[in-house]
């Protein structure tokens, strides 16, 4: 029997999505990258069933509420899943919301948290990168991105990207 892997995501409200799912599409057709859904993961690769994992995403879910954060900068890194993507500070509900993750899932730790939504996943270094950086910087500055749904995904390095899928949400009450 094969191993379910699972993600725990916080989610875009549903207007912000459709814009960061369109710099996604268009970053994909630009670098020959994959697409996906834009996201920001609190807790990554789990081998656990979504059954499992429901009852442990209402604890992380109870007491939270939709909450707002801004856009610190759009960075780069060596790493293929981050290798384009939009930094956000540890804002408060997004600690809260972290330390509760890793209380009631066992797994991940408060102190490397790096939040970020990544816009394109294995994009080479080189110029055209570089400029489409400064492009997504200007236009991403001083952007606030809501936060509104925690879900439970079915994704991890070993699932194929288009096989990802939401397959449980939490609306975080406003």
């Given at each position: 029997m094969k191993t379910e892997y699972h993600s725990i995501w916080l989610m875009p409200c549903a207007t912000q999505e459709r814009m960061l799912s369109g710099i996604v599409r268009d970053l994909a057709?630009?670098?020959?990258?994959?697409?996906?859904?834009?996201?920001?993961?609190?807790?990554?690769?789990?081998?656990?069933?979504?059954e499992e994992l429901q009852p442990l995403l209402a604890q992380v879910a109870e007491d939270a509420s939709a909450f707002d954060a801004p856009v610190e900068t759009v960075e780069e890194s060596g790493l293929y899943y981050r290798s384009f993507y939009a930094r956000f500070p540890v804002v408060q509900p997004l600690r809260v919301m972290k330390t509760k993750a890793v209380?009631?899932?066992?797994?991940?730790n408060v102190e490397s948290f790096m939040p970020h939504i990544s816009l394109a996943y294995g994009v080479q270094e080189g110029p055209e990168k570089s400029r489409s950086m400064g492009?997504?910087?200007?236009?991403?500055?001083?952007?606030?991105?809501?936060?509104?749904?925690?879900?439970?995904?079915?994704?991890?390095?070993?699932?194929?990207?288009?096989?990802?899928?939401?397959r449980s949400s939490v609306p975080l009450p406003e």
């Open positions: 057709g630009r670098f020959e990258s994959p697409i996906f859904q834009p996201h920001l993961t609190l807790v990554e690769d789990m081998p656990r069933t979504c209380e009631v899932f066992r797994v991940g492009d997504l910087r200007e236009r991403l500055a001083g952007m606030s991105v809501r936060f509104d749904r925690i879900c439970i995904v079915s994704s991890s390095q070993q699932t194929p990207i288009e096989e990802w899928a939401i």
